[in-house]
């Protein structure tokens, strides 16, 4: 049998060699590797939304920064929500790092809540990084009347969503029943493009946006003063909306507060990257170096800054270990987040 000493001796040579050769295997294996392959980044939307504008811009930028330097191709997969890419993340795509998605911020949260059709487990995905926060307003149009939270309070007011499952009927139905609101929702709408369209007809007072296409491309009507905004569907206030409440202030309770807060993770996850369960460890590790050298690179912050995106990356071991604590979420908090949810 070997002693001790001697298998320390062998280590430490083994680390020397290893320093004279260059990268390590790992790094050359993954090079080797990437060189071979291409990386398809799965969409979970629309071409032109949000998370498609981030995806591609994601697209354009990564492969420079992982060893082997592959060429990364978009694939939109629509349906459900985002959850079909979600479930093909996690239950299809090839576990061998050469699949990325881009899945709906609300993943972990349908997951906990029970959402059908839902087929993975959230904290098993390898989060490889956070493209940016996803901060969702309250948007209300002046002729309401409704200049802040306190007026969603005190008088009623109709707001545009999708379906009864889409977070902008969701977000305003839990407020009614955990903040005090008086929300109406009226449902049907094509999307956010389609409902905030609506409102400025007037057909319907407000509706729910993201705060960066608010930034982007309806920034008259809050320096024109035709619109108001009066609540963050988030956990935390953006710095560039300090006066705005967030939706977890304004539960009555702790356990309200927690409920809002399971809800609000969606902000917290936003537009993040993710591999499926199983990619080996090393090819990890690769694509969560080589995405936070991507957040670094000049080109990449530029166009940023052309298209005036939010900037609020997050590492993927950050991501992973928020995760991993969402799921701890007590079932007594559950259990009465899908009785709010639905109305009982």
């Given at each position: 049998?070997?002693?001790?000493?001697?298998?320390?001796?062998?280590?430490?040579?083994?680390?020397?060699?290893?320093?004279?050769?260059?990268?390590?295997?790992?790094?050359?294996?993954?090079?080797?590797?990437?060189?071979?392959?291409?990386?398809?980044?799965?969409?979970?939307?629309?071409?032109g939304g949000g998370y498609?504008?981030?995806?591609?811009?994601?697209?354009?930028?990564?492969?420079?920064?992982?060893?082997?330097?592959?060429?990364?191709?978009?694939?939109?997969?629509?349906?459900?929500?985002?959850?079909?890419?979600?479930?093909?993340?996690?239950?299809?795509?090839?576990?061998?790092?050469?699949?990325?998605?881009?899945?709906?911020?609300?993943?972990?949260?349908?997951?906990?809540?029970?959402?059908?059709?839902?087929?993975?487990?959230?904290?098993?995905?390898?989060?490889?990084?956070?493209?940016?926060?996803?901060?969702?307003?309250?948007?209300?149009?002046?002729?309401?009347?409704?200049?802040?939270?306190?007026?969603?309070?005190?008088?009623?007011?109709?707001?545009?969503?999708?379906?009864?499952?889409?977070?902008?009927?969701?977000?305003?139905?839990?407020?009614?029943?955990?903040?005090?609101?008086?929300?109406?929702?009226?449902?049907?709408?094509?999307?956010?493009?389609?409902?905030?369209?609506?409102?400025?007809?007037g057909e319907i007072d407000?509706?729910?946006?993201?705060?960066?296409?608010?930034?982007?491309?309806?920034?008259?009507?809050?320096?024109?003063?035709?619109?108001?905004?009066?609540?963050?569907?988030?956990?935390?206030?953006?710095?560039?909306?300090?006066?705005?409440?967030?939706?977890?202030?304004?539960?009555?309770?702790?356990?309200?507060?927690?409920?809002?807060?399971?809800?609000?993770?969606?902000?917290?996850?936003?537009?993040?990257?993710?591999?499926?369960?199983?990619?080996?460890?090393?090819?990890?590790?690769?694509?969560?170096?080589?995405?936070?050298?991507?957040?670094?690179?000049?080109?990449?912050?530029?166009?940023?800054?052309?298209?005036?995106?939010?900037?609020?990356?997050?590492?993927?071991?950050?991501?992973?270990?928020?995760?991993?604590?969402?799921?701890?979420?007590?079932?007594?908090?559950?259990?009465?987040?899908?009785?709010?949810?639905?109305?009982?």
């Open positions: 049998m070997r002693s001790k000493r001697a298998i320390q001796g062998l280590s430490m040579a083994a680390a020397a060699l290893g320093l004279m050769q260059g990268p390590s295997l790992a790094q050359q294996t993954s090079a080797d590797f990437y060189r071979d392959n291409a990386i398809n980044l799965i969409i979970g939307f629309p071409v498609d504008i981030y995806g591609r811009l994601v697209s354009r930028h990564l492969g420079k920064h992982i060893p082997g330097n592959p060429k990364i191709v978009p694939q939109n997969m629509i349906g459900a929500g985002g959850m079909k890419a979600a479930n093909f993340m996690y239950g299809v795509a090839p576990k061998d790092g050469t699949t990325l998605g881009i899945i709906p911020d609300t993943t972990p949260s349908e997951e906990l809540l029970g959402t059908n059709g839902v087929a993975y487990v959230s904290k098993n995905f390898n989060w490889i990084g956070r493209i940016s926060a996803s901060t969702n307003v309250q948007v209300l149009w002046a002729p309401s009347g409704i200049k802040n939270i306190e007026d969603a309070r005190a008088k009623e007011s109709v707001q545009g969503g999708s379906g009864p499952m889409a977070p902008a009927v969701i977000y305003p139905k839990l407020l009614n029943a955990l903040g005090g609101t008086k929300f109406k929702m009226v449902t049907g709408y094509g999307g956010a493009a389609e409902s905030c369209l609506a409102m400025e007809k407000g509706c729910l946006l993201a705060w960066s296409t608010v930034k982007a491309a309806k920034r008259d009507w809050i320096d024109n003063k035709k619109a108001n905004i009066i609540v963050q569907w988030g956990a935390t206030r953006h710095p560039e909306l300090p006066d705005i409440p967030t939706m977890v202030e304004l539960g009555k309770t702790p356990e309200d507060r927690a409920i809002l807060s399971l809800y609000a993770s969606a902000t917290e996850i936003g537009k993040s990257i993710v591999a499926p369960p199983g990619v080996p460890t090393d090819r990890v590790n690769v694509l969560r170096r080589g995405f936070d050298a991507m957040l670094k690179d000049p080109e990449y912050l530029d166009e940023v800054k052309k298209f005036g995106l939010d900037f609020e990356p997050l590492s993927g071991e950050d991501m992973q270990k928020y995760v991993e604590e969402l799921a701890k979420t007590p079932a007594a908090i559950l259990a009465k987040a899908k009785e709010v949810r639905d109305g009982k």
